[in-house]
């Protein structure tokens, strides 16, 4: 079955500690990747997203994702985390060729950041 | 300013009664998107419309209604709303090969 993991359902980190957030997926050829995050009460704000070429993609807010087609990965990183980066955040996937860019999302991951 | 707008952003209900949530988008997009959002669940896709007046049937679509009558407007409706369909609700939009945007949510609770 085509799915998107994140097996990561909460993390806590440190202030200024990096962090990775896990994403995996299940689909015959490589879609384009997304992440989103969102802040509490708030709607989803997209962070990057991969379609083709480097596989180091940048993003907003300092957070960048790196495609690993060997590993079916998508991971986001950042190197320092601020207090503000507390939210969820989503990865998301979309199957090439589909014709009406519907998005498949993962369960989300919770993060928390410690002062 | 451009963008999703979402309205009501918060609704309490009773069980059995007819509840509309609206969106008005603002970029012309072609594409519209109702997703909900339940914990553990991500985000889930109940109906998406390519243009006006056509919409097809999602992940989730059962004892929701949608129409299409404008392009700015995507107005989803809970015939007969059950607590089950408690849940965060947002809407979408996009262009062919864009990215979607996500209006603002509305808080939906059915007692």
């Not at chain 1, 996937?93 to 002062?115: A, D, H, I, K």
């Not at chain 2, 959002?37 to 109940?46: N, V, Y």
């Not at chain 2, 989803?76 to 607590?83: D, G, I, K």
């Not at chain 2, 965060?88 to 007692?111: D, H, I, K, N, W």
Request: glycine share 10%; aromatic share 14%; charged share 20%.
């Amino acid at each position: 079955a085509q799915s998107v993991t994140q097996p990561d359902i909460h993390i806590t980190v440190s202030e200024g500690a990096s962090l990775e957030l896990r994403c995996n997926y299940s689909y015959g050829a490589t879609p384009y990747l997304f992440w989103y995050v969102q802040s509490p009460g708030q709607g989803l704000q997209l962070l990057l997203k991969y379609f083709s070429g480097d596989t180091l993609v940048q993003g907003i807010k300092g957070f960048e994702a790196e495609f690993k087609r060997s590993q079916s990965s998508f991971n986001l990183r950042k190197p320092s985390v601020h207090w503000s980066d507390a939210a969820e955040y989503f990865c998301a996937v979309e199957r090439r060729g589909s014709t009406l860019g519907r998005l498949y999302f993962g369960r989300g991951t919770q993060l928390t950041v410690w002062p | 300013d451009a963008g999703i707008t979402q309205s009501p952003r918060y609704k309490i209900t009773e069980t059995g009664r007819q509840v509309t949530l609206m969106c008005h988008q603002t970029w012309s997009h072609s594409y519209m998107f109702w997703y909900r959002q339940d914990l553990g669940h991500g985000l889930r896709l109940i109906y998406y419309s390519a243009a006006a007046d056509i919409t097809d049937k999602g992940e989730v679509p059962d004892g929701y209604v949608v129409s299409r009558s404008k392009t700015e407007n995507f107005p989803l409706t809970l015939e007969s709303a059950t607590r089950s369909q408690t849940s965060v609700y947002f809407c979408a939009s996009s262009e062919p090969g864009g990215t979607q945007g996500f209006g603002p949510g509305t808080r939906l609770l059915v007692l």
